[in-house]
């Protein structure tokens, strides 16, 4: 049978079926078979042969293969602000540094360059699905379907005005229209993405619900991001800002809740109960000294919990081979338990999860027959991952992104060979010159 895709690897991590035994699921010298944009087989490499015949062949002799990583929670466009104010508490660094930048450099250039080079990083780092909260999303959605890459692009709403709307009513407008324009496109879709407790009051919120509820959108939220945060809320309303979101009726298996450091076990409850999904964003959390969620309690009481980047401003990067290590570090420290978060679990959050979270995991987030072919390759031959006992271990604990080689989106292929297929790097390095000297005038 002539088919589009054959690779060939030396491992293959599906990531599901979940293994039932704590080894996880790893074949060897297996094959992927990719037809119309999508997986079709996945079988022992010496019965591909006889079986397929590929219009293109790889032979990856060194390489994992893997369902591609989801970043479940960033702002692209703001890697045009990376390192510009960094090692400043949340609001310092929100109100004085990044706020007014924004105020006064935010355009459709600004997003489309930004989310360029996010897109480019991303596809480098082996991330082949992004889960976006920004301003002008419509130029998100267009720069991610001009270069392959997959994206959950937020409607944002927020109460205070911005060059793209001028009040919360018109950031829903614009977002339902959005959603309306883009619907048809498979690569895309429209969670709305009300940015946190304290930026966006009750009534449009309630809003936010009813349309969501009605055209079966996910709800994308920063919630409980610090103890700050709680604590004014708190003060002001004499409620936590989770249990006021609970009374709008918003937490929900649609509801997606970012960074959650604060929480108690009332709380933990409430989440699971609710099957709202929580994005762990541990290098944001860590730079910007935020607190510390509870992963493994979170986990251990039935919540999906997936990773996110966040922005590259605090984080400093879009590296979710980085994150997963940080994740799985940080959350034994945190349950102090060295067997909390093992490498498995942190590939998981990283990729299915991540796909649970986004209500996209009929389509990605594994290596499964039907599912789309978003695949990433990582060569494991290099020193840094040697002597190699399990690949599992090597790509959460040691490998770095300089080892992804190959990504695939829907089929087609984004990253071949370290190369970039459909991004012009010089003159991307071009435009993020002329940003720098601009923004640091
Ligand atoms: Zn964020």
Redesign the pocket.
Known sequence: MIVDTVIHARWIIPVEPESVTTAPSVYEYHALVIDGGRIIDLLPSDIARQKYQGTTTENLESHALLPGFVNS???AAMTLLRGIADDLHLMDWLQNHIWPLEQKWMSEAFVRDGTDLAIAEMILGGTTCFND?YFFPEITAQQALHHGIRASVGLIVIDFPSVWAENSEAYIEKGLALHDQLSHHPLISTPFAPHAPYTVSDEPLSKVRTFADELELPVHM?VHETLHEVEQAKHETGQRPLQRLHELGLLSPSFIA??MTQLTDDEIELVAETGAHIVH?PE?NLKLASGFSPVAKCLAAGINVALGT??AA?NNDLDMLGEMRTAALLGKAVAGDASAIPAMTALRMATINGAKALGLDQEIGSLSIGKSADVIAIDLSQLETQPLYCPVSQIVYAASRQQVTDVWVAGKRLLKQRNLTTIDMTDLKQKLGEWRQRLSA
């Open positions: 929670h960033t702002h909260m920063h970012v960074h964003c944001s966040d922005g605090s």
